[in-house]
């Protein structure tokens, strides 16, 4: 049985169908891509999978239990987390603040930042750990806004590992990256891969298809292929297309 699955989801808004029988299944240890053109609707799946819209008809379920519909936040406490394609990130805020903020245990006691970040050793040396995992050592104290853009990117996804996900969902993580940015990125998804079920939607495919195992093609708001990085490069479809050339 697949970690996560979907079946059957349709979604709408007003007369324009985003989204129309989507199938998919992301196994446990994978990292799973999502591709396919500008406004196939691949953003609007993700919020579907993740909480953020409600799905006009199917299901989604996280290792065999039904959380079709449920908040976000709800979610989130089932080990599911999301880094975003437009960053979500605490700008006044270190980057150790930012990772604290995320944290169970913090957020368990109440959100409060003024008490979260006040003196709780066991909490920073966690965070500071996440970022020395996601490449950010020595920017500890760094305000969040004063990162490079790179730098962000990788911020964002240490406060989603905050969380401590059983599954993490990536957003175009490479936009707006130079190459030696996107690099130091691959790198980085490279080695989380090896703890963390991954699924990323990335516009890049040299990108996707370096790290992906398995990879969904979405376009009209339909799955229209899936298989393998080497499968899809011999998927008629994806030759025929302007995503062949990129794959």
Known sequence: MALFEARGLHKRFGDQVVLERIDLAFEAGKLSGIMGPNGAGKTTCFNVLTGRYKPDRGTVTLDGEDITGLAPHRIVARGVSRSFQIMNLF????ALDNV?????????RGFSVTHALDGDSAAQDRAAAILERVGLRGRERVNARRLSYGERRALEIGVALATEPRLLFVDEPTAGLGTAATGRLAELIGELKAHTTIVMIEHDMRFLFGLADRISVIHWGQVIAE?????????????????????
């Open 91 to 94: 700008d006044e805020y270190s």
């Open 227 to 247: 298989g393998t990085p080497d499968e899809l490069r011999d998927n008629p479809w994806v030759r025929r297309s302007n995503l062949g050339g990129l794959a």
């Open 100 to 108: 604290v903020i995320a944290l169970p245990e913090v957020r368990a």
